[in-house]
C-alpha cells in the first residue's frame, strides 16, 4: 500500500513523462484512485482482464446476457454481431469508468483535490494511449471525438498547398474531409491487389513531385477495410509515401481493435482511432503523431484551454500573437492547442482503460481467437452457394473480424431484419458509408444510394446493399454459428417480400 501511495503521491504533483510505458501509466492511474478512495481500492483492469470469465473469450463485454424479443414471440440472448459499426463495452473498462466516475472533477483548471486527480489522470490516459500506439518522442496524442473528428481536425492543419491523395476505396470519415485542401484531392483507383495499391500510390505520388516538386503531399489510407475486413499493405504504402516526400496517415478505426497498431513500427506520420469501436464507448477518439504540422496550424476550435494568453492590445505588441479583433491571443502548443474546451475525461480514461486491457489480454492471442472465428464464419457461409462474400483482395487476404455479404434472392435489409427478429442477431446492412468501395465491389448496379447511416434509407438503397458481420474479443463462437446457421434456413425460406407482387 506504501508503495501505492507513493506512486498516487507522485502522480498528483508532477505529470507523468510522455516515455511512461502503459504499465507504469495505469499503476499510476489505479494508484491515484487508490489515494482518493483509500485502502479498498479498485483493482487495475488489465489484472481483470487477464481472467477468463468465459471460456475462448479473454476479454468480456458488457450485454453478453441481454436477451431480445423475438418477431414470433420469446426472447433469444443477443448475438452482437456489429462490433464494425460500435463494439460493446470491455467489463473491464466499465469497471474503471465506474470507479472512478465518484472522484470525476474538472481538469486543467480546478485546485480541489478531484479536480488535481482528473487532471493527473487525463494525462496519464494520454501517456497510456501513446504507450498503446507505439509514439515516437515528440508526437502528440490529441483527445477527440471520433476517427472523424480526428481526420477533420487534420485537413484543418494541413500545410497551404498540400494535394491529398486517397483512395476512392476509403470510409467516407477517410474520403471526405481533405475536399479544402489547398493542393487538391487525389483519388486513386480501387486496386485489385495490395501490390496494385502501392504500385497505384508510388505512381501517383512520383507524378505529383515530378510536377510540385516542393508542395506538400498527404496520404490517408486505411488499416484494415470496414466492409471486407481486409487488411491494406501499411507498412508498404508508408514506405512510398516517403520515398516521395509525402507524409501518411492511417485510419485505424477498424485496424487498432483487432491488431497492434505502432506509429514507431509502422512508420505512419499520424494514425486516428475511435473509443466506441475500441471498446470504450465514452465517447473519444485519438489522433495521435507528428507534432509539426499541429503546432503550426490554426486550433482546431477555438476557445478556453488552447490559449495560452489573450490580451487586449495587437499583435504587434505581443509577438506570436494573432490577433481576434482588439485582442491579441497567444495559442498553446502541443495537444491542448487542438482540444479547447472542457475536455471528455471519462472517455480518455475508458480509452486508456481498454488500450491497457487489450494490451493485457495480448492482441496476438485475440487475432488467434479471432480467425479461427472467421475461417468458422467463411467455412459456413461458403457451403450456401446463394452468399457472395465480397472482397477486394481474394481468399486468401489477410483480414480481420468483418465480412460483408449479399445473398442471390434475399434483399439485404429484409435480410439483416429477419437476421434480428427471428434469430436476435444483430448485423448492419447498407453501403456502410463507404459507398464508391461497395459500388464497385457489386459491380455498381443501378440504384440511387439513400444518405449514409439514415434510419430510413431501406426504400432507397436498393440494389446496392449487403449485409456486414463483424465481431472481436467478446464474440462466443455460438453467435458465429447461430448466424451461419440463420443464413441457411432463411436462404431455403426464401426472402417472402422478393415473391410479393410489385417487388
Ligand atoms: C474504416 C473507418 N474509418 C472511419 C470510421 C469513422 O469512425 P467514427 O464514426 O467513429 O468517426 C469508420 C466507422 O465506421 C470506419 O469503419
Redo the contacts with the bound molecule.
Sequence with gaps: MSAARNAATTCLTAPAPAAATAATAATAATAAIATATGPAAVAPAASRAAAPAEVGSPLPVLGDDVRVPLAGGGTAPYAALDY??SAPALRAVWDDVAAYAPYYGSVHRGTGHLSQLSTELFETARATVAEFLGARDGDQVVFTR????SLNLLAAALPADTRVFVFETE?H??LLPWRRAGGGVQHLATPASPERAVAVLDAALAAHRRQRPHAPALVCV?GAS?VTGELWPVRELVEAAHRHGARLVL?A??LAPHRAVSLRELGADWVAL?G??LYAPFGA?VLAGRADWLDAAEPYLAGGGATATVRRGTAEDHPDADQVGDLAVRWHRGPARHEAGSPNVIGAYALASACRALAAAGLEELTRREEALLRRLRAGLAAVPEVRVLSLFGDDAPRVGVLSFTVRGWDSRRLAVALSERYGIGVRDGLF?AHPLVGALLGDQPGEPAPCAVPDSGGAETALRAVRVSFGAGTPVEHVDRLVRAVAELVREGDPAAAAPGC
Design positions: 464494425a459499426a471520433s476517427t472523424t473528428d470510409h470519415a477517410a486505411t470496414n485510419d478505426a477498424q475511435s466506441h469501436k477518439g458509408c
